[in-house]
């Protein structure tokens, strides 16, 4: 139930009905939460916009929330029930934190933000989760009689701005990557390093190795072994994530251009994928299993999603051996994990 905090009474409002299953909006508290706050966002509740659906619960209480949903997941989806995670945040006070931000504008040519589950736009005047540069553009101020969307980045290096077809800069693992302002990287300032720098503690790469980069993106985690003397293969199908990679790594990574359904994988001392919110699937994870890998570090940022690949991975013979879990998106419900795999002997 959104807008709802555990051991609120309140009266909820149906929104979707399935069998086994309701989905609603709590719309009147009864009797509230000690960890329920005001929302400071005018925008933030039931029929309103459906970005921030965490607003109305305090910083710890969010967190407590996340860690408990991941929990539930691995045990309920992945046969897990014993496995100890805390969600832990970044640096910030969790707003201000997305550099990415895609308005839709409404039939009277108003940018908003989407209602949750749904089509129509809310017009808005202040996004508070949106990065100050962002915040900063005459974006809401205006009307686009000529547009059903405009994307907004604030890249590491200069201004923000509204997306056009140029090309930013990010920075991370100690590089510069050069991409389109369209193509995939973490929206919180601190989220790629820190999954990297997650990802490297859990593998422990050793140079001369070899590692598979799966679902690679703009090239993070390719970077981030390469840098460690590792070599480096990236599978991606995007074809603006294989440009990034290949123009900010040049010849320290083979980038293959691919699904990972359909790559042929060379065999490897370590693995790290991070697929889309759907998952990898059983066919990719037996594929992975077969490479006999000496680990593997699955990036996640569904739980659900995460928790059915486990159990895949369980059944071919992998432990999940460590676990962490963090707040990359605050005053949302969605969390980012990485989980270390090592092979049963």
Known sequence: MR?????????????????GYLRADAI???????????????????????????????????????????????????????VEVTVEALPDDGFGW????????????????????????????????????????????RRWPDADVVDVVAPA???????????????????????????FWQVHPAAADTLAECVLQFLAPKSGETALDLYGGAGLFAAALAAQGCQVTMVEAAGEGVKAARRSLGDAVQVVESSVERAKLPSADLVVLDPPRTGAGARVVRKI???????????????????RDLKTFGEEGWELTNIRAFDCFPQTHHVECVALLVKIV
Not at 8 to 19: C, F, G, N
Request: aromatic share 4%; proline share 7%.
């Open 28 to 82: 009147e508290i009864l009797t509230a939460s000690p960890d329920r706050v005001a929302a400071p966002c005018p925008y933030s509740g039931p029929n309103l916009c459906g970005g921030c659906d965490l607003q109305h619960a305090s910083a710890p209480a969010q967190r407590a929330w996340k860690t408990a949903v991941v929990r539930e997941q691995l045990a309920r989806l992945g046969g897990l029930p014993d």
């Open 98 to 141: 997305r550099t990415r931000v895609r308005y839709h504008i409404d039939a009277l040519n108003r940018p908003g933000l989407l209602k949750h589950r749904s089509n129509e736009v809310v017009p808005i005047d202040r996004c508070l989760i949106a990065h100050p540069g962002i915040q900063e553009l005459d974006v809401l101020q």
């Open 289 to 307: 299993s077969a490479l006999a890998p000496r680990a593997i570090a699955y990036v996640a940022c569904d739980p659900a999603a995460l928790a």
């Open 3 to 19: 807008h709802a905090l555990p051991g609120e009474a309140v009266v909820a409002e149906i929104t979707e009905l399935h069998k």
């Open 157 to 183: 290096e200069g201004k923000a701005q509204i997306v056009a077809g140029q090309r930013i800069s990010e920075f991370a693992v100690g590089r510069r990557f050069d991409l389109a302002a369209t193509a």
